[in-house]
């Protein structure tokens, strides 16, 4: 998704709220807009999900499912979290069972606590915030708008949303966020750009990976022969490299989606047994060969 020259104002007279913006945004990576209050980062968000028009300038390439977080939840929310993500789910195309176990799923995988069965207005703000979460990321979106998803989030709940944003940047969703702290999302985002009086002043390039990581990992009782393994691991995002043999497989992924390969695997039932740092140079996307031995293992 790309922004071309992008600028807002609200009324025809009235200052720009954005100015001439220009940010292309990658699908599998995730983009931090940080800037204080005022700078014009939810209306940036606004016009990324679509839900505002550009006064100049135009959004190309915008995904056509979008999940979306606002600043906050209308305060007079009546609709239980229960209720409002069914709701949501249909909206969005799901069935009434599946938006149902999908909105389960994410409420007890988030930690909601309190009467999810009792209107949204009575939850806390941090509740409230995982409520409008689990409504994001109901039906598989391949983009993501967030402002400022950590606010009222606790310590836990931190480290889950890290790795629910792992997850969809491993199955190449594009995430755009704002936060006002710059140091919450320097360990999660590929790119940090900082928003001052409706311009994007400074940035920090998308980096690019190492040369990656080996796995070792201990195949589950129930896993196939060693072919169906190669291949089911083989399309996982970031994984270049598959080999199995006598109960072990061996992998390589990049640095980029290590995690969510991790998470994906071991909710498979595999054991993870290894984890080393690639040779450098040899971990080219694409290399078909075997990954070679981690130290103090023979085959």
């Known amino acids: 998704m790309r922004f071309e020259s992008v600028s807002l104002r609200y009324t025809r007279r009235g200052p720009y709220v954005l100015d001439g ?20 980062k939810s209306s940036l968000l606004k016009v990324a999900a679509g839900l505002v028009r550009p006064t100049a300038g135009s959004v ?3 995904p056509p499912r979008i999940g979306y977080v606002p600043e906050r939840l209308p305060s007079t929310m009546r609709l239980s979290a229960r209720a409002y993500l069914l709701h949501m789910g249909r909206v969005q195309g799901l069935g009434t069972r599946a938006a149902d176990r999908r909105g ?13 069965d009792a209107p949204i207005s009575t939850l806390s703000k941090g509740n409230a915030q995982k409520v409008a979460l689990a409504q994001a990321m109901l039906a598989d979106p391949r983009l993501l708008v967030l402002d400022e998803p950590w606010s009222g989030l ?14 969809q940047r491993a199955a190449g969703v594009t995430v755009l966020l704002t936060e006002h702290r710059p140091g919450t999302v320097a360990a999660s985002a590929d790119a940090v750009h900082r928003l001052h009086r409706g311009r994007l002043i400074e940035q920090r390039p998308v980096p690019a990976d190492p040369d990656g990581f080996d796995l070792t990992l201990g195949t589950p009782p129930t896993a196939e022969d060693s072919r169906a393994t190669e291949d089911a691991l083989g399309r996982l995002p970031g994984v270049s490299r598959v080999h199995a043999d006598r109960g072990r497989v061996r992998l390589r992924t990049t640095e980029t989606h ?15 047994l290894t984890v080393h740092a690639a040779p450098p140079g040899e971990a080219q ?12 293992e023979s085959r």
């Open 258 to 272: 290590r995690d969510a390969v991790l998470l994906t695997v071991l909710r498979q039932g595999y054991t993870v």
């Open 60 to 62: 190309r390439h915008r």
């Open 21 to 40: 913006i220009g940010l292309d945004l990658a699908p599998g990576t995730i983009t931090a807009v940080v800037g204080g209050n005022g700078c014009g």
């Open 154 to 167: 606790d310590t836990p709940t931190h480290r889950i949303l890290m790795e629910c944003l792992s997850e």
């Open 285 to 296: 996307a694409g290399d078909a060969d075997a990954v070679a031995d981690p130290p103090g």
């Open 104 to 116: 389960g799923e994410l409420l007890d995988r988030l930690r909601v606590e309190g009467d999810i």
